[in-house]
């Protein structure tokens, strides 16, 4: 019995490495995307119980901080995918998260939400004798998170607040 030889030439073997490798990084690019929609669904099912816990917590009577825990829980369940420190301003070249929402034009925009990109972004503290700003980068895996504007602000305030009242003295 012959055999049937069959030629392997080295474009065949090529296309052969190049086939596999393209295939190896669709499988992985698509278990990437469906591992992060795992993680942001599960952040927003938490927030969604943090909601819960936070209007049994008011209607029940609790101690504030319990309440407060809950309500931020609730309403920046995407700040949990964020990284935040302190650095000295003017040291990062990162864009800015601005305070005022307002368009080109001059009128308020309808975008309530800010895209931290994957670099990270810095939100500056309102009071000009604090000599640092926030640095928010997300977490590895992220990419790019959108998260509500009001929210990361108000975080950036409450920060600036302890630092005015003496309570986070190295500012």
């Known amino acids: 019995m012959d055999a049937v030889a069959v030629p ?5 073997v090529t296309l ?16 990437t995307r469906r591992f992060r929609r795992f993680v942001v669904d599960a952040h927003a099912d938490a927030a969604g119980h943090s909601m819960l816990q936070f209007f049994e917590a008011v209607h029940a009577g609790s101690p504030v901080t319990e309440a407060w825990h809950s309500m931020i829980s609730a309403t920046a369940g995407s700040l949990e995918q964020l ?20 368009g080109p034009d001059g009128c308020a925009a309808d975008v309530s939400t800010v ?15 604090i000599s640092q700003e926030l640095l928010v980068t997300p977490r590895d895996g992220f990419g790019a998170v959108e998260v509500p504007r009001e929210v ?3 975080f950036a305030d409450h920060v ?12």
């Not at 895209?115 to 004798?129: K, S």
């Not at 600036?160 to 500012?171: H, K, N, Q, V, Y």
């Open 115 to 129: 895209v931290i990109p994957h670099g990270g972004a810095l939100v500056c503290l309102q009071d000009p004798r």
């Open 83 to 102: 990284d935040v420190r302190l650095v000295s301003t003017g040291t990062e070249e990162r864009p800015v998260v601005a305070r005022q929402r307002s």
């Open 16 to 31: 052969s490495v190049l086939g596999a490798a393209a295939f190896g990084l669709l499988v992985s690019y698509v278990a």
């Open 152 to 154: 990361l602000l108000a």
């Open 160 to 171: 600036g607040l302890l630092a005015r009242i003496g309570l986070l003295s190295e500012l």
């Open 8 to 12: 392997i030439t080295t474009w065949d």
